[in-house]
């Protein structure tokens, strides 16, 4: 199952050159680019694992895309989104995310149903990718 | 063939083509602003020309791969390598050989690291920042240190080496230092010596050149020296050329400084009588007589 999550999720996936142009405009606006990898896509998964600090202090996308090359070399089973930072007061938020990396494969989620009182059932997603076994396994 | 044709019939103006592209103006302020180091102007026009060249053959299809523009200035301190680098950058940039023009200046603490596995990771930093500019090495002999063969300069030197080859379009390397160690650092590197297309020497200054410097400096700060104080700066810097640490216009420049310090001294003691503006913009004599320099009144003129 194809996750989509972040910006440009429903289009295809963005070539080397896309995102590079992509970094380019984070930078010409100032904003830090981060990059992140996990092996767990829920969507509440606020808890991505960075790969060193937020770039804040580059002025061109090749800086970006050498590290993006670096952590695709040490993670390329996982996903890898990058991000980026706007520091300027009222905004502190990203302003843009989106994924750069997938898995070869992408098992999707399984759906629990938890029985409560009177009837009631809970809902939960759980990532395939995470059963069983423990990040880096 | 018909790519062959085309480059015969198209007639180029290449001075029009400089013109467009802004490098006269930079040229012009480098003549302008920069007193003396005539060799150095000449080598940078030879620079710009043969980059207006290699722009239009790439127009033209031409030029199969980017240059090599990585360059080395060598001279003594204060001769004006870091400003010359500056201008470079903003030359290159606007010639489209480096995207964004900006300069990086390093030193050895900022490439090498302190322990196994730290050099990497920063000389890497520093190539990131330095990405789509110039990355300008300061006292660039100083990463290579034979007397200490595990020392983590030569790691560094291997991932500048790499880039410098590898990533000609996205980065330019300046190496810059005093000329003798330069040169034993190329012997003992010769990595570098061929991956390094320009030479550029700086010779030291003429007195005349560090006198029309420090009009220079005084006019942009609004002073002005007195007929007494220009015959003793003139003397004050044939005398300190003479001594050790001379580093050209820098040494002028820190002179200056002091200048100002006693000339604000001198006013403050003679506040009482009351100071005129013309006061308060002229250096006199006794403002630089009193340096150190002249440690002896034999010196003094």
């Given at each position: 199952m194809r996750i989509t999550q972040g910006c440009f999720s429903f289009l295809p996936d963005l070539t080397d050159d896309q995102i590079k142009a992509q970094v380019q405009y984070c930078l010409d606006n100032g904003w830090a680019v981060g990059l992140e990898y996990t092996d767990d896509p829920h969507p509440r998964n606020t808890y991505w694992e960075m790969w060193g600090p937020p770039m804040f202090d580059l002025r061109d996308a090749v800086g970006v895309m050498t590290e993006l090359k670096a952590v695709r070399d040490a993670h390329g089973g996982s996903y890898i989104r990058l991000s980026g930072f706007d520091n300027s007061h009222g905004c502190e938020s990203v302003k843009i995310s989106f994924i750069v990396n997938r898995p070869a494969k992408e098992p999707g989620f399984r759906l629990d149903r938890t029985e409560g009182p009177g009837r009631t059932i809970g809902y939960s997603i759980v990532a395939y990718s995470t059963q069983d076994m423990p990040a880096d396994e | 063939m018909s790519e062959d044709r085309s480059a015969d019939?198209?007639?180029?103006?290449?001075?029009?083509?400089?013109?467009?592209?802004?490098?006269?103006?930079?040229?012009?302020?480098?003549?302008a602003e920069l007193v003396g180091l005539a060799p150095v102007k000449s080598r940078?026009?030879?620079?710009?020309?043969?980059?207006?060249?290699?722009?239009?053959?790439?127009?033209?299809?031409?030029?199969?791969?980017?240059?090599?523009?990585?360059?080395?200035?060598?001279?003594?301190?204060?001769?004006?390598?870091?400003?010359?680098?500056?201008r470079m950058a903003d030359i290159l940039h606007r010639l489209g050989f480096v995207r964004r023009g900006h300069l990086v200046a390093v030193t050895r603490d900022d490439l090498v690291g302190q322990y196994i596995g730290?050099?990497?990771?920063?000389?890497?930093?520093?190539?990131?920042?330095?990405?789509?500019?110039?990355?300008?090495i300061d006292e660039a002999y100083y990463l290579y240190r034979p007397e200490n063969e595990r020392d983590y300069g030569q790691e560094a030197i291997?991932?500048?080496?790499?880039?410098?080859?590898?990533?000609?379009?996205?980065?330019?390397?300046?190496?810059?230092?005093?000329?003798?160690?330069?040169?034993?650092?190329?012997?003992?590197?010769?990595g570098f010596r061929s991956r390094i297309a320009h030479h550029v020497d700086f010779p030291d200054y003429t007195d005349g050149d560090l006198m029309a410097i420090a009009d220079l400096i005084l006019t942009r700060q609004n002073?002005?020296?007195?007929?007494?104080?220009?015959?003793?700066?003139?003397?004050?810097?044939?005398?300190?050329?003479?001594?050790?640490h001379f580093a050209n216009a820098r040494s002028l420049r820190n002179a200056l400084d002091r200048a100002r310090l006693r000339q604000a001294t001198r006013l403050f003691a003679a506040a009482s009588t009351g100071i005129s503006t013309n006061d308060l913009i002229t250096l006199e004599a006794d403002d630089i007589l009193a340096s150190r320099v002249f440690g002896d009144e034999s010196a003094r003129p």
């Amino acid at each position: 199952m194809r996750i989509t999550q972040g910006c440009f999720s429903f289009l295809p996936d963005l070539t080397d050159d896309q995102i590079k142009a992509q970094v380019q405009y984070c930078l010409d606006n100032g904003w830090a680019v981060g990059l992140e990898y996990t092996d767990d896509p829920h969507p509440r998964n606020t808890y991505w694992e960075m790969w060193g600090p937020p770039m804040f202090d580059l002025r061109d996308a090749v800086g970006v895309m050498t590290e993006l090359k670096a952590v695709r070399d040490a993670h390329g089973g996982s996903y890898i989104r990058l991000s980026g930072f706007d520091n300027s007061h009222g905004c502190e938020s990203v302003k843009i995310s989106f994924i750069v990396n997938r898995p070869a494969k992408e098992p999707g989620f399984r759906l629990d149903r938890t029985e409560g009182p009177g009837r009631t059932i809970g809902y939960s997603i759980v990532a395939y990718s995470t059963q069983d076994m423990p990040a880096d396994e | 063939m018909s790519e062959d044709r085309s480059a015969d019939e198209v007639t180029i103006d290449l001075q029009a083509e400089l013109e467009k592209s802004g490098v006269l103006e930079v040229l012009g302020s480098l003549d302008a602003e920069l007193v003396g180091l005539a060799p150095v102007k000449s080598r940078i026009r030879q620079i710009a020309a043969l980059l207006v060249v290699e722009r239009v053959r790439r127009q033209l299809g031409l030029a199969a791969e980017p240059p090599s523009l990585h360059m080395s200035f060598t001279g003594n301190p204060g001769t004006g390598k870091t400003t010359v680098a500056q201008r470079m950058a903003d030359i290159l940039h606007r010639l489209g050989f480096v995207r964004r023009g900006h300069l990086v200046a390093v030193t050895r603490d900022d490439l090498v690291g302190q322990y196994i596995g730290h050099t990497a990771p920063k000389t890497k930093e520093v190539l990131k920042k330095a990405m789509g500019g110039v990355l300008f090495i300061d006292e660039a002999y100083y990463l290579y240190r034979p007397e200490n063969e595990r020392d983590y300069g030569q790691e560094a030197i291997e991932i500048l080496l790499q880039v410098m080859e590898n990533q000609r379009e996205d980065l330019v390397v300046i190496l810059a230092g005093y000329a003798d160690r330069m040169a034993r650092f190329f012997n003992s590197n010769p990595g570098f010596r061929s991956r390094i297309a320009h030479h550029v020497d700086f010779p030291d200054y003429t007195d005349g050149d560090l006198m029309a410097i420090a009009d220079l400096i005084l006019t942009r700060q609004n002073y002005r020296l007195s007929d007494g104080a220009r015959e003793a700066l003139s003397c004050y810097v044939g005398l300190r050329r003479t001594q050790p640490h001379f580093a050209n216009a820098r040494s002028l420049r820190n002179a200056l400084d002091r200048a100002r310090l006693r000339q604000a001294t001198r006013l403050f003691a003679a506040a009482s009588t009351g100071i005129s503006t013309n006061d308060l913009i002229t250096l006199e004599a006794d403002d630089i007589l009193a340096s150190r320099v002249f440690g002896d009144e034999s010196a003094r003129p």
